[in-house]
C-alpha cells in the first residue's frame, strides 16, 4: 500500500515508517526538522529510512500547504497517519505559539489535504494527556476530555474535534489513536527515560517531580506501531461498530470517526520506573526529589479494551523489557560507535 506519514523524522513517525518499509510498502515522509531537540538524532533516523527505495522524504513545515501538496502528489497515498505535532507537556509553557501553529494550524492543512484525497483512512496522533487529572481510572475513551491542563493538551483535544467536523462534512474515515507515555530507542531526549539515562551514564542527578508519586501507563514503541497498524486496517463503518458487550465504541453516529487508546492499561510507579533504569544501566541514579510540575498529571492509566475489541491486540512489552532495551540502544548509539544504531 501507499502512506504518506507526518513526522518521519521524529520517534514514533520513524518507527512506524521503518515497519511499514520493511513490509514492502511504499512512504513518503514529511517532516519540519525543527530544533526543539537535536536535529541530528532526526536526520539520523531519515538516513535510516533513505537506505530504502520505498521510502521518499519531504522536508518543510506543516503549515507550508505547497510543500503539503508536493508530499501528497509523490505519495498518492492510500492511508495518511498524522504523526507530526509540537510534542511536550512543559514546552508548551514556554512556547505556546509553537503549538497553535503546528497542532492546529498544521492540522488544519492535514485535514484540507485529506478532504482533498479522499484517502480510504486518515490516522491522527493524540495524547492520553487530554484526559487531564480524571480521577476515573481506567481512563476510557468514553469519559470527559474537556479539562485540558496544558496548551499541549488543549491542542490535541482540538484537533480531534477539528477532525470529527471533517470526517461528518466530507466522509473521510478518521482515527485518532491516543498515545500512553510512548519509550523505546530512538526516543525523544526531552523524555524521562532519555533523560534519566543519560544523566545516570554522565554522573548527573536525576530530577524525580512529584516526590515520585506519580505513575504512567508505560507503552513500548513496537507495541504502539503494532496498534496503529492494526487500527489502519479497520477504518471506521458501522459495519465494523464493536458490541456493547465488548466494549464502549466510541465510532460517531454522525460521521466515520472514532477515538482508540492504545495503552496497555498496567501503570507502573515512578520511583519503580526509577529502580527498573537504574538495574537496566547497572548504576544507581543520584535522585533529587521535586514537586509536581506545573502541568504534571499524577497518573495516566488505559483502558485498552476498545483497541482489543477492534484489534485483537492490546501492548504487552513489560517495563522491565523495554527500559532494558532502550538502555542497550543507548550505550550503542551514545558510548560505543557514536554513529548509527
Known sequence: MRYLITGTAGFIGFHVAKRLIDEGHFVVGFDGMTPYYDVTLKERRHAILKRSNGFKAVTAMLEDRAALNQAAELAEPEVIIH?????GVRYSLENPKAYVDSNLVGTWNVLELARALGPKHLMLASTSSIYGANEKIPFSEMDRADEPLTLY???KK?????????AHLYK?????????????????????????????HNDRPIDVYGEGRMSRDFTYIDDLVEGILRLSHVAPAEENRVPAAKAKDTLSHQAPF???????????????FVETIEKAVGRPA??????????????????????EALTDFKPSISVEEGVARFAEWYEQYYRKTGQIA
Request: hydrophobic share 45%; aromatic share 10%; proline share 8%.
Open 83 to 87: 504523526l507530526a505535532a509540537q510534542a
Open 153 to 155: 493538551a488543549a491542542t
Open 158 to 166: 482540538s484537533m480531534e474535534l477539528m477532525a470529527h467536523s471533517y
Open 172 to 200: 473521510v474515515p478518521t482515527t485518532a489513536f491516543r498515545f500512553f507515555t510512548v519509550y523505546g530507542p530512538w526516543g525523544r531526549p526531552d523524555m524521562a527515560l532519555f533523560k534519566f539515562v543519560d544523566a545516570i
Open 258 to 272: 472514532r477515538v482508540v487508546n492504545i495503552g496497555g492499561g498496567q501503570p507502573v510507579e515512578l520511583m519503580t
Open 286 to 307: 543520584i535522585r533529587n526529589m521535586l514537586p509536581m510540575q506545573q502541568g504534571d498529571v499524577p497518573r495516566t492509566y488505559a483502558s485498552p479494551d476498545l483497541l
